[in-house]
């Protein structure tokens, strides 16, 4: 009886260490993060000047933006943002006295956003895989691609033009009323998937050095055409008065899908023109300064501080111009009491030094500050 206690006891304690070690804990330095644990798409701030908000929240360098987020920038400011989850490095700049949306859903395969005023630069560095997609759109137009450079610019009426620098662009009419409903556009019905195939045929392809405009009035004009001139008018007088809106039924009501294939075959789409050359090199030099961090490393928790912060400071040259160009002031030099320098756009607020930095924006109280060099 003792004998088989024993053997027992042995048995157990056998048990339990051979339990501690199927569930042992790696230690830090066996474990590397390589994949982001969103579950939705977000993206990081590389770089910032100026005033940049979201949801009335200033945004520095190394916040990470949420998918349906609105990013603002005002007069003489600009945000360089960098996609997370695609390892294509995408990478958006949003120029001054714009209003960004970044993305509307929360499929990490499509970077679906929208730039509704102001400007934009869009840049895929690499081959988008298989099932991943970016798709950009204004008040007039959607832009889709596979691996490219490209910028938007929307004027305040809602006019909106596509700017080819390389590869190449698809891009059609958009009909924002039908599409952009909270309660389900044109790809949430079976009605309104039909019409969404009709309106892709009538998408064109811009390439390197093209550019095309739709203005709101075309964008108008072209729905008319297609027959949704009254499916639109009766979601507006719904809003208005705050009905429910079953997209099937106004469809099914106010359109017909034969008129819509035919009003797209007579459609005639906006002319496409060439880029001046002078227009197009400035352009290409600017996107070759829009570069993104490593796709591995910036996906990598543990990495991304770090990185960023070696990032900047390579560029740092190039920042410091952009910030001159964008502020129209020149650089200069802080001096602080503590031995420390910092170079970049300073401006003077009371008894506060601002400095505009690669690193972001910096305040000094002037019992910090020695002095300023140029």
């Not at 051979?18 to 798409?41: A, D, I, Q, Y």
């Not at 695609?86 to 958006?92: D, L, M, R, S, Y």
């Not at 909270?182 to 195939?197: F, H």
Request: aromatic share 4%; hydrophobic share 35%; glycine share 6%.
């Amino acid at each position: 009886m003792k004998l088989a206690i024993i053997l027992a006891h042995i048995a157990l304690i056998i048990g339990i260490s051979w339990g501690c070690k199927k569930t042992e804990t790696p230690r830090p330095t066996e474990s590397v993060v390589s994949e982001p644990k969103n579950e939705s798409l977000t993206a990081l701030v590389l770089f910032t000047v100026g005033k940049v908000s979201s949801e009335q929240m200033e945004l520095k360098q190394g916040d990470i933006i949420e998918v349906g987020k609105l990013i603002e920038t005002g007069p003489k400011s600009m945000c360089d943002l960098q996609v997370l989850e695609h390892e294509a490095e995408v990478v958006i700049r949003i120029k001054p006295n714009s209003n960004f949306l970044f993305g509307k859903n929360s499929d990490t395969k499509v970077i679906n956003s929208t730039i509704s005023q102001g400007s934009a630069m869009f840049k895929v560095s690499k081959p988008l895989k298989r099932d991943e997609k970016v798709q950009i759109a204004s008040p007039t137009f959607v832009a889709g691609v596979r691996g490219t450079e490209f910028g938007i610019e929307v004027s305040k009426t809602g006019d909106s033009k596509l700017k080819v620098v390389s590869g190449a662009v698809s891009t059609r009419v958009r009909i924002p009323e039908l599409e952009d409903l909270e309660s389900g556009g044109l790809d949430q019905t079976e009605e309104g998937k039909k019409i969404l195939a009709d309106l892709e045929t009538s998408a064109v392809t811009l390439e390197k050095g093209q550019t095309l405009q739709i203005s709101t009035k075309e964008k108008d004009s072209f729905i008319k055409t297609v027959g949704l001139d009254d499916a639109v008018k009766e979601i507006q007088l719904a809003k208005k008065s705050n009905s429910e809106i079953k997209l099937n039924d106004v469809l099914k009501d106010k359109s017909e899908p034969e008129t819509v294939t035919k009003g797209i075959e007579k459609w005639k789409a906006p002319k496409i023109s060439t880029i001046a050359n002078k227009d197009l090199n400035a352009e290409i030099k600017e996107f070759e300064k829009l570069i993104a961090i490593e796709s591995a490393k910036v996906r990598d928790p543990m990495l991304v501080g770090d990185e960023l912060k070696k990032f900047n400071k390579e560029r740092q040259e190039v920042l410091i111009k952009k910030i001159e160009e964008i502020t129209g002031k020149s650089s200069e030099t802080l001096v602080l009491k503590d031995g420390r320098k910092i170079q970049g756009v300073i401006y003077q607020e009371g008894n506060t030094y601002i400095v505009l930095s690669p690193e972001g924006k910096q305040s000094f109280n002037e019992t910090e500050v020695e002095g300023t060099e140029f």
